[in-house]
């Protein structure tokens, strides 16, 4: 386990400990502006977690966070996001509220276009009714639900996405949030710099702690990372699979183990 401090076997519990370590404080000594930009970026990525990441602080116990991930999708308390058409596993899980706030937020910027306030209510109409789909057909969205122009409202705003083997006559939709590329972005900035760390030492090993002194002196650590906290992308790379975890005689280690 990552986190020796903390253990849970509740799936909600594992979200908000991912919430509760993504980011590290802003040091006071930085420039005001840089420290308001900062904030901003917080502010606006939403709050998404990856699968994977459940995986590593639910360890050795994937089948009961795949089972439970999926009572909590057909209960209607998670929204989940596929990253990939054939690779279920590999997705994004928001919860509910969390989904319904934001389009909320969508709801109050476009409350002058009635097109897209139909669009918004008619979407969460057919999750409600739908709640293990995340990807479908544009002909099993009832025209009572969202129109035609109401559909390309909400592919424009990214609320839905065409699936790329999909003809453009008969188009897969899956569904999706209009942000969530950020949050792959910081995995792939962060996960690419604790590979390159790592792949310099001989077995391609390192302890945690050589390993988070690298990460905490990188300069680029507020600049690229935005001040994410290591936790964060180590239980994403463990949970998928990249990262291996050993004990050693003064703590843990990780290991590169596929790329």
């Given at each position: 386990?990552v986190d020796n401090?903390?253990?849970?076997?509740?799936?909600?519990?594992?979200?908000?400990?991912?919430?509760?370590i993504?980011?590290?404080?802003?040091?006071?000594?930085?420039?005001?502006?840089?420290?308001?930009?900062?904030?901003?970026?917080?502010?606006?990525?939403p709050?998404?977690?990856?699968?994977?990441?459940?995986?590593?602080?639910?360890?050795n116990?994937?089948?009961?966070v795949?089972?439970?991930?999926?009572?909590?999708?057909?209960?209607?308390?998670?929204?989940k996001?596929?990253?990939?058409?054939?690779?279920?596993?590999?997705?994004?899980l928001?919860?509910?509220?969390?989904?319904?706030?934001?389009?909320?937020?969508?709801?109050?910027?476009f409350?002058?276009?009635?097109?897209?306030?139909?669009?918004?209510?008619?979407?969460?109409?057919?999750?409600?009714e739908?709640?293990?789909?995340?990807?479908?057909?544009?002909?099993?969205?009832?025209?009572?639900?969202?129109?035609?122009?109401?559909?390309?409202?909400?592919?424009?705003?990214?609320?839905?996405?065409?699936?790329?083997?999909?003809?453009?006559?008969?188009?897969?939709?899956?569904?999706?949030?209009?942000?969530?590329?950020?949050i792959?972005?910081?995995?792939q900035?962060?996960?690419?710099?604790?590979?390159?760390?790592?792949?310099?030492?001989?077995?391609?090993?390192?302890?945690?702690?050589?390993?988070?002194?690298?990460?905490?002196?990188?300069?680029?650590?507020?600049?690229?990372?935005?001040?994410?906290?290591?936790?964060?992308?180590?239980?994403?790379?463990?949970?998928?699979?990249?990262?291996?975890?050993?004990?050693?005689?003064?703590?843990?280690?990780?290991?590169?183990?596929?790329q």
């Amino acid at each position: 386990m990552v986190d020796n401090d903390y253990n849970t076997k509740s799936i909600t519990d594992a979200i908000n400990r991912i919430f509760s370590i993504q980011w590290n404080l802003i040091p006071t000594q930085l420039n005001s502006d840089f420290k308001l930009h900062i904030e901003n970026y917080r502010h606006f990525l939403p709050k998404i977690v990856s699968r994977y990441q459940i995986y590593s602080i639910i360890p050795n116990n994937q089948t009961f966070v795949d089972q439970n991930v999926e009572l909590l999708v057909e209960d209607g308390a998670l929204r989940k996001f596929i990253l990939h058409e054939h690779d279920d596993l590999n997705d994004l899980l928001m919860k509910k509220e969390d989904y319904d706030e934001y389009i909320q937020l969508l709801m109050r910027m476009f409350h002058n276009d009635d097109v897209c306030v139909k669009a918004f209510k008619g979407l969460q109409k057919f999750q409600s009714e739908n709640l293990k789909v995340v990807k479908f057909s544009k002909d099993q969205i009832s025209p009572s639900f969202i129109t035609e122009e109401g559909l390309q409202r909400l592919i424009g705003l990214d609320l839905l996405e065409i699936l790329p083997q999909s003809s453009s006559n008969k188009s897969t939709l899956k569904l999706s949030h209009p942000k969530y590329g950020y949050i792959i972005n910081l995995y792939q900035k962060s996960k690419n710099f604790i590979l390159k760390t790592i792949s310099r030492n001989k077995w391609k090993e390192i302890k945690h702690n050589e390993l988070y002194e690298k990460w905490e002196s990188n300069k680029s650590k507020f600049k690229d990372f935005k001040g994410l906290n290591l936790y964060w992308i180590l239980h994403w790379l463990i949970g998928e699979g990249i990262l291996e975890i050993f004990k050693i005689s003064d703590g843990t280690g990780y290991k590169i183990i596929r790329q």
